[in-house]
């Protein structure tokens, strides 16, 4: 049997991306905040006051890994949890001072690192690319939710 090219194979592709952009995030943003923990930061400046489960889904991160961003943050005093006065069984997340002082001096480093990780594209690569992987990865959600209308359908 001939082997493949996983030149074409999406997730050997998407791997060796992610493997590509670690890399810059580590060298060009932060050692100490990962991605997805700037994402949350990110969606708190936008929208402060949401809840736990409600970041998640802006983010994409499922609920054990949105737990565990949030307690990371929360140590480290980026983030405040206060009970919803509506219902006690919910926390509201606001970042705290640090946190905002934290999210503008990651904001210009990853516009940086993303102007290093797409400068192989031309302005209208770059638009065209991210507008690809975007749909892809919306689609992709419905695999984590099966129930959603707008998921993935697998040919039967």
């Known amino acids: 049997m001939a082997a493949v090219d996983l030149g074409t194979h999406p997730g050997h592709l ?5 493997q590509a952009h670690h890399l810059l995030w580590n060298t060009m943003v932060s050692e100490e905040i990962t991605s997805p923990q700037f994402g949350v930061l990110n969606t708190l400046v936008a929208e402060p006051g ?3 489960r409600t970041v998640g889904e802006r983010v994409g991160l499922d609920r054990s890994t949105i737990a565990e961003v949030i307690t990371r943050l929360g140590r480290r005093g980026l983030l405040d949890k206060v009970r919803d006065p509506q219902d006690g069984r919910r926390s509201l997340l606001h970042l705290t ?10 904001t210009v480093r990853t516009a940086r690192m993303n102007q290093v990780f797409l400068a192989p594209l031309s302005g209208e690569e770059r638009t065209l690319f991210l507008d690809l992987i975007r749909r892809v990865a919306d689609a992709a959600e419905g695999l984590r939710n099966p129930g959603d209308p707008g998921g993935i359908r697998t040919p039967s």
């Open 50 to 52: 949401l809840d736990q």
């Open 14 to 18: 998407a791997r060796r991306l992610q």
């Open 97 to 106: 001072d640090d946190g905002l002082r934290t999210h503008k001096r990651l």
